[in-house]
């Protein structure tokens, strides 16, 4: 499996390109509002993206996707495309079509046509295709939110979307090795809204095997850790597993 990072912004962020990565150039993952910028810096082909996972309704997790309808509409794509999200994703995905290009748009219809909904129910297992099984876990954000356990060929990875830490995370960990997480927080926030390094220091590292590490994102800006398990992405990295 590889794991190509696009971006590494959180919502409020000082420039990063915004949380996003693509799985073995196919399966992408959130798709923030600048998505067209990233995949094609890190010369990703769109028309090959066959699935989208969003892991929930705020603008730096899908606001991009009528940028990428448009492309692939112009494009004449006749590729379908698995979109992924939380309950009522598909009337997400039509209202920010429509508010973004009008429903009258043509692409409106290309969109009707190519966009399959897979929408996640209680917790329940999803085979996104033949390749993908994907596991959802529930994030603890201010609106529903998933992250997941994706598994593809005995390949996993896990991804933990927006929240603050629960312990009850740890449970999706013990048979996963590569965790991206939302590492947005920082020790001296008063309300913990996002994950911060001293939450896993505190309470994950200790209870994870060492071979776990955790890959952190959706940042304000880029850091670096001093922890040898603990490592911060930028755009461009890629992780194979
Ligand atoms: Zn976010
Ligand atoms: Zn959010």
Redesign the pocket.
């Known amino acids: 499996m590889k794991i190509k990072i696009l971006g590494n912004g959180g919502?409020i962020n000082d420039g990063l390109p915004y949380n996003s990565f693509i799985i073995n150039d196919g399966f992408l993952i959130e798709s923030p509002p600048d998505i067209i910028g990233s995949i094609f810096r890190e010369k990703i082909d769109p028309q090959k993206i066959s699935a989208i996972f969003i892991s929930?309704f705020?603008a730096?997790?899908y606001f991009g996707l009528p940028f990428l309808f448009l492309r692939l509409f112009f494009e004449e794509s006749g590729n379908s495309i698995i979109v992924i999200g939380p309950d009522g994703i598909e009337n997400k995905v039509r209202e920010i079509c429509n508010i973004a290009f009008g429903a009258n748009h043509p692409m409106q219809k290309w969109i009707g046509k190519h966009v399959i909904y897979k929408e996640i129910k209680n917790m329940q297992e999803i085979h996104v295709d033949s390749h993908y099984r994907l596991r959802p876990i529930e994030m603890f954000?201010?609106?529903e939110?998933y992250g997941f356990i994706l598994e593809s060929d005995g390949d996993k990875v896990a991804y933990f979307?927006?929240t603050y830490w629960k312990n009850s995370l740890l449970e999706y960990v013990e048979d996963v090795d590569t965790i991206i997480v939302d590492l947005n927080g920082e020790k001296t926030d008063k309300t913990k809204v996002h994950i911060s390094e001293n939450d896993l220091l505190k309470y994950a590292l200790p209870k994870t095997k060492g071979s776990v590490r955790f890959y952190g994102t959706h940042l304000r800006d880029n850091k670096i850790s001093e922890n040898g398990r603990i490592q911060y992405l930028k755009f461009g990295d890629e992780i194979y597993i």
């Open positions: 919502a929930h705020h730096d997790h954000h201010f609106t939110t979307a927006d």
